[in-house]
């Protein structure tokens, strides 16, 4: 989608490091990590959030969850996945994404 900063990351118009990648989704570290490990998957299909995914995108990035936080090094001591949605939600990438953030003991709750 045009004016999208995430499908320009997807599409590699703007420049990103790939910490994994496959044909549905790339892995990238947030901008303004908001703990030692925050990484942002996004899904290379444009739509705008959780309610518009189509349904088996969430099974798909399930299967492919292990070996992503096993290769950030937080799969034993855990992580949090967070999904930002609407105006409320705090979204301000309006291109679905999953928040992963580990690497240290997380507070709760995140408001
Ligand atoms: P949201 O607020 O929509 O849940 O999350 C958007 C996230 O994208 C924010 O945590 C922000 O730091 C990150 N972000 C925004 N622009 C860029 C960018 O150009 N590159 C990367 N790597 N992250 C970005
Ligand atoms: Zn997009």
Redesign the pocket.
């Known amino acids: 989608m045009t004016d999208c900063?995430f499908c320009k990351?997807v599409a590699g118009e703007?420049p990103?490091k790939k910490i994994y990648e496959d044909e549905k989704i790339i892995v990238?570290?947030?901008?303004?990590p908001g703990a030692p490990v925050h990484v942002?998957i996004i899904p290379k299909e444009h739509t705008e959030n959780i309610l518009t995914a189509s349904s088996n995108l969430l099974p798909y990035i399930q299967a492919k969850l292990g070996e992503i936080v096993k290769t950030l090094g937080i799969a034993e001591k855990g992580f949090r996945i967070v999904i930002?949605t609407g105006e409320d939600g705090?979204?301000?990438?309006n291109h679905l994404?999953f928040?992963v953030l580990g690497g240290k003991t997380l507070g709760w709750p995140p408001c």
């Open positions: 900063i990351i703007i990103s990238i570290n947030d901008l303004n942002l930002n705090g979204q301000s990438v994404h928040h």
